[in-house]
């Protein structure tokens, strides 16, 4: 009897151990580990820096508004130097929005870059929006957007208000110089 709890408690340990084993790095993972590459440029933008004057907005674009805590920015600048180590990264960064723990909100393809937006959380509860984007001439940007609860029919709502508002531009200069001439 005292062997089979043991082999129980050895069994359970181990399959405990293993569910906890992940082989694929996490979004997270890869911002933490990318933000000391000299390659990379990364910085976070806090909701407020984007300036949004509530009076002007509507009730669903404050609701929007709201929503947002901050946005995670990685971005990759591709030199000549570095084209390889581009590739790289853009394989890594794929492979991990392949995850099926990302649902996908839309495709973008545009002359300027090509790239995706996902999500994680549920319908009506959005944890995180993922914006991904890249040009093979210029790098790629990967944007966390988080927040509370924020809902994908927000996301039209809270356009509506940037665009009302009086953005901080010169906290999104470094974004801008990754895709800059």
Do not use: W
């Not at 580990?33 to 933008?45: A, C, R, T, V």
């Amino acid at each position: 009897m005292k062997n089979n709890i043991k082999n129980i408690a050895v069994a359970l340990l181990l399959v405990v151990s293993l569910a906890s084993c992940s082989s694929s790095q996490s979004l997270q993972e890869y911002y933490v580990d990318s933000s000391e590459n000299s390659n990379f440029l990364s910085f976070d933008i806090p909701s407020s820096i984007l300036n949004i004057a509530s009076e002007n907005l509507t009730v669903e674009e404050k609701k929007a508004v709201e929503s947002i805590k901050k946005l995670n920015v990685l971005a990759f600048k591709k030199t000549g130097e570095n084209s390889a180590s581009y590739n790289a990264e853009k394989l890594k960064v794929n492979s991990i929005l392949n995850n099926k723990k990302f649902t996908q909100l839309m495709k973008i393809n545009s002359k300027f870059a090509k790239g995706v937006v996902k999500y994680i959380g549920n319908e009506d509860a959005i944890d995180e929006v993922i914006i991904y984007g890249h040009t093979d001439k210029k790098g790629f940007a990967l944007i966390r957007v988080i927040g509370n609860d924020m809902n994908p029919a927000h996301l039209g709502q809270l356009i509506r208000a940037m665009e009302k508002s009086d953005i901080n531009e010169g906290a999104l200069k470094d974004l801008g110089s990754v895709f800059g001439q």
